[in-house]
């Protein structure tokens, strides 16, 4: 069973979110090292928002967006349609509007940090799981039905030589095709600030 896992790229099982974002948090520093290296580097992040990965009680996700939008680093952030997170917000028991403005405030800090409106789209669907990718390696943490991801338990995967693994099944799947369907905000929204249409 172990080899079986191993062979499919899993390398840490935790707990909860938090555990997961203090090892990952390396890996993220070492992605930004091999872009200035000029290696291939990047960094995706797939959620209903990424708010939890933006406050500072949670890590250092604004420090590292802040060092990949400086140097150049790939960055992809797909968040939840405005209009569906209000949905997934009644799943989860919690006011409709708060993941609104969740999503809002995020993309607010994601642009004073130095992110470029390419790097953001939204998708017209709840992710099933919150997702970090860089090159090599990639955190997933499911959205149980009526639960916050980030109290759940959460894997680190890398990545193998297998396209079959669990890297290259999310990345594809849950990282790549999604973006390709998602919007960007338009020019006139960015502008002004506005994350939700």
């Avoid at 991801?149 to 594809?172: A, G, M, P």
């Amino acid at each position: 069973m172990m080899d079986a896992a191993s062979r499919m790229g899993l390398e840490h099982l935790f707990e909860s979110r938090d555990q997961a974002l203090a090892t990952f948090a390396g890996y993220l520093t070492d992605e930004i090292k091999r872009h200035k290296r000029k290696e291939e580097a990047s960094i995706w992040i797939v959620g209903t928002s990424i708010r939890g990965f933006l406050v500072p009680t949670q890590g250092m996700g604004a420090d590292i967006l802040t060092d990949a939008a400086a140097c150049g680093c790939e960055v992809r952030i797909l968040m939840t349609e405005p209009h569906i997170a209000e949905a997934r917000a009644r799943q989860e028991e919690h006011d409709p509007k708060g993941i609104i403005e969740e999503i809002r405030i995020s993309v607010q800090e994601l642009k004073a940090i130095g992110l470029k409106k390419e790097s953001i789209r939204y998708y017209a669907g709840a992710p099933t799981v919150f997702t970090i990718a860089t090159a090599s390696r990639m955190l997933l943490n499911p959205y149980p039905h009526t639960r916050e991801s980030h109290r759940c338990f959460s894997l680190i995967v890398r990545r193998t030589e297998s396209d079959n693994d669990i890297y290259h099944q999310y990345k594809k799947y849950h990282c790549e095709k999604p973006w390709e369907n998602a919007r960007e905000q338009s020019p006139q929204d960015w502008d002004r600030g506005v994350s939700t249409s």
